[in-house]
């Protein structure tokens, strides 16, 4: 049964009778967020695999009645994340966390359909609470399956903080270790992609196969984690489907799981921030924004990389002909700065900058050290409305100390 929304694609809906927001403001794109679930939804149907939505890469539940015309399913990794998908998405939820607690795993049973665990350890702790669970919903139907992580430590990610297959990693368990399946072991999960492509896939698969695949007949479901760029206008969706398919021949047992983060909502998203004075530095000049890559574009800093600008040119533009920028935040951090950038005319005060692709993994990440004002968060319907889904104010920083 699907939760009532507050808001829906069909509600009434009083769009702001507005040109543009004032900045700095996400604005998330209706048609493009369509897009993105029509390509994922093709992917889904035509390889058999299932896909849920995985809340680490975004949550911003207002645009959940779009997704949810799509997809219901989520994967938590934590209890409001739980919590999010069964008001507002859904009530398939597959948990995984690096540990539970005696406090919060009762929490997950009753919120969850699948749940999996970092450690054998952690499976022998909580495995008898699961079948119990099971016995005594029997008449009513309501189960959670039980689920192992494994690391197939085939590393195919270059960023070490988001790979979870290097030496000494916390995630999962090496083959080394597993010599049989705890009992009621319903299905395994691996996760070792980040923002990658079906080839990527394939050599996680093959190594897989190689080191668990006596599990594999023994099991029902293999949830292959997140990290499938499958929107990405490069990625090859018919390998995809060629290798996932051929995985199901091999394991027709296997219920196959994906729960791509970046993949929903990527490039359906960008935040538009305004110049406020320009400095120079040691022949360094820095356009300073009203927006922070400290506060609110924090992956930039992490991974690092450096944002798409749509009023910028192409790196490879010649010096001859450009002028070049770097970003400066609004923060006193003192590494609140991405750059460079090649602008056609010099930046001022005034000036309007488009930085692309900022929904997935940004605003889940965003906080408001220095008090920097939040920026606000709207979306841009199919008719080409404005809707202001939330604006944050001195209250927001406040109570989030009370």
Known sequence: MRPNHPISPDSPITPNNISAPSTPYYLVEESRLRSNMRKLKDVEERSGVKIIMAFKANALWKTFPIISEYFTASTASSLNEMKLSLDFLGSDVHAYCPVYTDETFPKFLEGCTHITFNSIAQFNKYYPEIKKYNAEHIEDGKRVSPGLRVNPQCSVIETD???????????????????????????????????????????????????????LPQVKWLNMGGGHLITRNDYDTDHFVKITTELTKEFP????????????????????????????????KTAIIDA????????????????????????????????????????CLSGDYVGDWKFSTPLKAGDKLTLLDMNHYTTVKTNMFNGIQHPSIWLKNIKGDYVLLREFSYDDYRDRMD
């Not at 090496?174 to 492509?197: I, Q, V």
């Not at 799981?257 to 320009?278: C, R």
């Not at 890559?293 to 450096?306: G, N, Q, R, S, T």
Request: charged content about 20%; glycine content about 8%; aromatic content about 10%.
């Open 253 to 284: 047992n296997l219920q196959l799981i994906i729960e791509p983060g970046s993949a929903f909502t990527w490039q359906t998203g960008d935040l538009i921030t305004t110049v406020l004075d320009v400095v120079e530095n040691s022949g360094i």
């Open 161 to 215: 903080i988001y790979n979870p297959c290097i030496p000494g990693s916390r995630f999962g368990v090496n083959a080394d270790d597993l010599k049989e399946l705890p009992e009621g072991c319903e299905g395994l999960h691996f996760h070792a992609l980040c923002e990658s492509s079906s080839y990527d896939l394939e050599k996680v698969l093959e190594a897989t196969k190689s080191q668990f695949g006596k599990f």
């Open 292 to 331: 922070s890559f400290a506060c609110h574009m924090p992956d930039c800093l992490e991974m690092p990389y450096k944002p798409t600008i749509a009023e910028a040119l192409d790196d490879d533009a010649p010096d001859n002909n450009s002028y070049t920028y770097r970003l400066g935040g609004n923060s």
